[in-house]
């Protein structure tokens, strides 16, 4: 559902409960998923589960990828109704999201129990922050992190266009892969560039 992220106001961008959307969504801005599609490849379909208006499903099937799109809330695109935290059985051996911040650890695990390919979420660069963190991060395939080194546009409630302004939390790519082993690798990528 694209639910965690920030807008183009501090404000919308706290774990505050009352400045944050209600349902934490706030959708992708497609130049982050290409971003990403630049140095990234996944084999085989992609299951997108909190996919929201389907912001970065879109992007991922106009690249050719098979894409399952699901989501808690029924935003009018997937498959609405669905607790991806709820989920138990493998849909695509791939998985791409931004899912809420506030979940990030759990969607991360329940990703990795659910594929046999990669697992790619875009959140705040912060999540690597924190001790307990710290400790889970070296018990995962983390193979990659890509950095967005222009801050991207992000509102709450709706996909923030270019004419908004910028942003102002810092994000990142994490992608997990299964059968890597060893410390993960720094990137970089600029969600404007061709």
């Known amino acids: 559902m694209s639910r965690r992220g920030g807008s183009a106001y501090a404000a919308a961008q706290t774990d505050d409960p009352v400045a944050r959307h209600p349902d934490d969504f706030y959708p992708t801005h497609p130049g982050a998923t290409q971003a990403l599609l630049r140095v ?7 299951w997108e589960p909190a996919c929201g208006t389907g912001d970065m499903s879109k992007v991922l099937e ?8 699901t989501d808690l809330i029924d935003r009018g695109y997937g498959e609405g109704g669905r607790d991806f935290l709820m989920e138990w059985n493998p849909i695509a051996p791939n998985i791409c999201t931004n899912p809420p911040f506030r979940w990030a650890v759990e969607f ?25 963190r710290g400790r889970w991060f070296p018990n995962t395939p983390l193979a990659r992190v890509w950095v967005m080194s222009r801050r991207v546009p992000m509102q709450r409630g709706r996909l923030q266009e ?23 690798t720094l990137g970089f990528l600029d969600w404007k560039a061709a």
Request: net charge negative.
């Open 40 to 46: 990234e490849t996944f084999d085989g379909a992609i």
């Open 162 to 184: 270019e004419g908004d302004g910028h942003g102002v939390i810092a994000f990142a790519w994490f992608v997990w892969e299964h059968g890597h082993s060893g410390a993960p």
């Open 108 to 132: 991360a695990d329940r990703a990795l129990q659910l594929t046999t390919g990669k697992v790619a979420l875009f959140l705040r660069l912060a999540f690597l922050e924190g001790v307990d």
């Open 62 to 69: 106009a690249s050719g990828y098979q894409v399952v799109s």
